[in-house]
């Protein structure tokens, strides 16, 4: 059975830790940086899967030449407002960190901004680029497409990624809006770890190789993950391979890399929308009705089950407020990861505490 016991790192030896290894991988230290902010920050919010965990698949990546660590981004001025970025095979983290800059940058002038790449790569938590642009007060919409792992509705073959769909609004005392959601029902993890445990999944997470509903976790794996809410998960799924795909330029329609069995380059698509409040309201009006949006949302009657109504991105905020207080805890399995990868690039080991930390 794996072990319980769980290992805190202070986020920004994280940070450092992971800066180090990209950087030996061959990244800008700015890029290195930049990438290992986004992979630490999932952690903080609770986002493990997508976090310092896929370190070594990253880096292996850059090793095997499948992913470019030092790429020359192109970018072309469409409109004022618009513009599209060629990530040049680049890190997805480092391909969207600069999109949405440029979106934010836009937007900071003429009150929309909006930015579209291709050639990139898997990009991690989607919310990663919301809070991007909440530093700077911007309302923002984050597509991206990804590898084929579900039908679209009504078929029987993988056809469409699990690609989240994230979107952000800033408030001013309250918790900001913070959506980022896959259009599958689970994230394919969780079948993964039913399957090593022998337990059966609930009915409707994923579908059999026939594209029917399984409640067999090893089943499920040979199968397909199912949409949210059936042709409604579908469709987001289909929108955001439009967005970031057909729009974007990049692949689609179930011709995305995939990052685990592809030697070829994944070729994902981005799309980043940031929106100045201040265009329709002065951004301090529109934040004030944020607050009072939040406050409503709260003083919802829990339904029976629940103990509080929260708003979205609320328990990933929560969660981040108290791993910067005590440090990201790391299972066993992942320290032994650590400590590994550590040596293989020759760094120092990341600082780990058997207990949490005090950080101010
Ligand atoms: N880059 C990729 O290709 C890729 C693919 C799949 C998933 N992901 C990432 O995986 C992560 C997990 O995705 P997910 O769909 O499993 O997310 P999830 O189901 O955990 O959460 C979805 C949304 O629901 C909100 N939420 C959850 N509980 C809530 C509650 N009690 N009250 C109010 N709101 C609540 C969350 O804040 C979040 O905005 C995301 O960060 C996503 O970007 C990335």
Not at 103 to 114: L, P, S
Not at 172 to 180: A, M
Not at 315 to 324: A, I
Request: net charge negative.
């Amino acid at each position: 059975m794996a072990s319980s016991a769980r290992y805190y790192a202070d986020p920004s030896a994280a940070t450092k830790f992971a800066t180090e290894l990209l950087e030996k991988c061959g990244l800008s230290s700015e890029d290195a940086k930049s990438m290992a902010k986004c992979l630490v920050l999932a952690d903080v919010r609770g986002v493990d899967t997508h976090g310092l965990a896929r370190l070594p698949q990253y880096l292996d990546r850059v090793s095997n030449g499948r992913v470019n660590a030092k790429p020359n981004f192109k970018l072309t001025e469409k409109t004022p407002v618009v513009a599209h970025l060629d990530g040049d095979n680049g890190f997805g983290f480092v391909v969207a960190t600069r999109a949405m800059e440029e979106a934010v940058k836009r937007a900071e002038i003429y009150g929309i901004g909006m930015v579209t790449a291709n050639h990139s790569n898997h990009f991690g938590m989607a919310a990663t680029y919301v809070l991007q642009a909440l530093e700077k007060d911007m309302i923002s919409l984050v597509f991206t497409n990804s590898a084929k792992q579900m039908p679209p509705f009504g078929g029987k073959e993988t056809l469409l990624g699990i690609s989240p769909f994230a979107a952000g609004a800033p408030s001013n005392t309250e918790v900001p809006y913070i959506l980022d959601m896959a259009p599958s029902v689970v994230a394919k993890g969780k079948i993964r770890k039913a399957a090593r445990r022998g337990e059966s999944i609930p009915l409707g997470w994923a579908l059999d190789a026939e594209g029917n509903p399984t409640t067999d976790a090893e089943v499920a794996l040979n199968g397909s993950m199912a949409p949210i809410g059936g042709p409604k998960g579908s469709g987001i799924a289909i929108l955001m391979d439009i967005m970031s795909g057909v729009l974007g330029g990049a692949a689609f329609g179930g011709e995305v890399g995939d990052q685990y069995k592809d030697t070829k380059p994944q070729d994902v698509g981005h799309c980043f929308i940031a929106i100045k409040p201040d265009v329709f309201l002065s951004t301090d009006d529109f934040k004030a009705r944020m607050d009072t949006l939040v406050k409503r949302v709260h003083s919802a009657t829990p339904a029976p089950g629940f103990d509080e109504v929260l708003f979205p991105g609320e328990p990933e905020h929560r969660l981040g407020v108290q791993r910067h207080r005590e440090g990201i805890p790391y299972a066993e399995a992942e320290k032994e990861m650590f400590v590994d990868t550590a040596r293989s690039y020759g760094i120092a080991e990341l600082v780990l505490s058997a207990a949490p930390l005090s950080l101010n």
